[in-house]
């Protein structure tokens, strides 16, 4: 049986494969804190939302897979993949498709997603984004 801290956690991450935006943006806290893999930091349920829309905007098909999910409480580490096609010009092509290893962090209270935390090397992607820009 799954805690409710994990299962909150799987929830979230089925909204973002599945672009759920409502069910993600009701997921997190007003004060929730997102920090991507290079240290950046953003706040808020509003932001993150609209955060949320622009990065599925960029990769359509964005996905997270989960391997292993470690407990403490309520927070969870969790390890797997992540993937997704940069959207060029509306188009998904197999040269703009990324795959990464990556580990996330998160923070439950209340039900809701108060911290994520993202761990992934994106130099993949950010040379696909560069090269489309050319």
Known sequence: M???SV?????????????NFNLLSDMISED??????????FRGRDVMTTGWKNYLHLFPDYKIEVD???????????TGKASGTYSSQGELSKEN??????????????GKIKEW????????VYEIIERNKK
């Open 2 to 4: 799954l805690s409710e």
């Open 7 to 19: 299962e909150v956690v799987i929830r979230f991450i089925t909204a973002i494969n599945n672009r």
């Open 32 to 41: 929730h804190k997102f920090t991507d893999s290079l240290g950046n930091i």
């Open 68 to 78: 292993e999910i470690y407990e403490n409480e309520n927070k969870i580490i969790f």
């Open 97 to 110: 498709h990324w795959e990464i290893n990556a580990a996330w962090k998160a923070l439950v209270l209340n």
């Open 117 to 124: 935390q993202v761990f992934g090397d994106n130099k993949p």
